[in-house]
């Protein structure tokens, strides 16, 4: 047998599938699959909501279990993306999808739904792009994906429940799915909220967003997702251009 082939099957051997870390990874694309199952077949958009809630949730932990573990490794970041790309690119586009047939009332041709995939497909570049670039450590380029997701959900559920976006057209869902999905692909720096410790020094921006954005949810509840995206675009957008202009 060739060196590489030898080499080849070494490394096979050695990709531990079934561990805990992937488990959690796979709760992720379940999750997803599932939500685009509940906007598309039974145009369920509360259930998506929190089937994508779900999905955010073990996005959170699969990491930081690996870490613990101290198993991550390439297998684990493929698996994520591909998770990710259900979860995160396909079931808010359906979602999107359903929206904008909910409100449309024939003032668009029907066809026009369809463009908001490009969700999906701009949601698989930035996935894409996150695992090559090695700028996005310590803050994002562009917006990520689970909250552009967290914003199309929240915007779903309000609908559905007659809330602050009960009256939205199609205009408005058609504009939110290529501004959010042409943000997604964005050169923006996005902070992170990852924490360096749990010091105030180096943090500060990340406790008073966190702040910030507790105070919107015991007030808003689901519908404060809207605000707190929206205000997370805004901010770091604005302190990019501050940056930019004392550059």
């Known amino acids: 047998m060739p060196p590489n082939e030898q080499r080849i099957l070494i490394a096979m051997k050695k990709i531990r599938l079934f561990t805990l870390p992937n488990f959690i990874t796979l709760g992720n694309l379940f999750c997803g699959a599932m939500a685009t199952v509940s906007a598309l077949v039974y145009e369920d958009l509360t259930m998506a909501f929190w089937l994508i809630v779900a999905a955010a949730v073990c996005d959170f932990f699969d990491g930081m279990v690996a870490r613990l573990m101290g198993i991550s490794g390439p297998l684990g970041v493929q698996l994520d993306s591909l998770a990710d790309d259900i979860s995160f690119g396909l079931a808010p586009s359906a979602v999107l999808f359903v929206i904008f047939g909910q409100v449309n009332n ?142």
């Open 106 to 247: 024939g003032q668009l041709p029907e066809w026009v739904a369809y463009t908001v995939f490009l969700f999906a497909a701009f949601a698989a570049l930035r996935l894409a792009k996150f695992n090559i670039d090695e700028e996005q450590h310590t803050e994002f380029r562009g917006l990520p994906t689970p909250a552009a997701t967290l914003y199309v959900v929240a915007l779903g559920w309000s609908v559905e429940q007659g809330g602050l976006m009960a009256n939205l057209n199609p205009w408005g869902v058609l504009i939110t799915a290529w501004v959010l999905a042409a943000v997604m692909v964005s050169n923006i720096p996005m902070f992170s909220l990852k924490f360096k410790g749990f010091g105030w020094k180096g943090n500060e921006l990340r406790y008073l967003f966190m702040a910030f954005s507790l105070a919107l949810l015991l007030v808003f509840g689901v519908e404060s997702f809207l605000l707190i995206i929206g205000a997370y675009i805004a901010i770091s957008s604005t302190l990019a251009e501050i940056n930019r202009s004392k550059s």
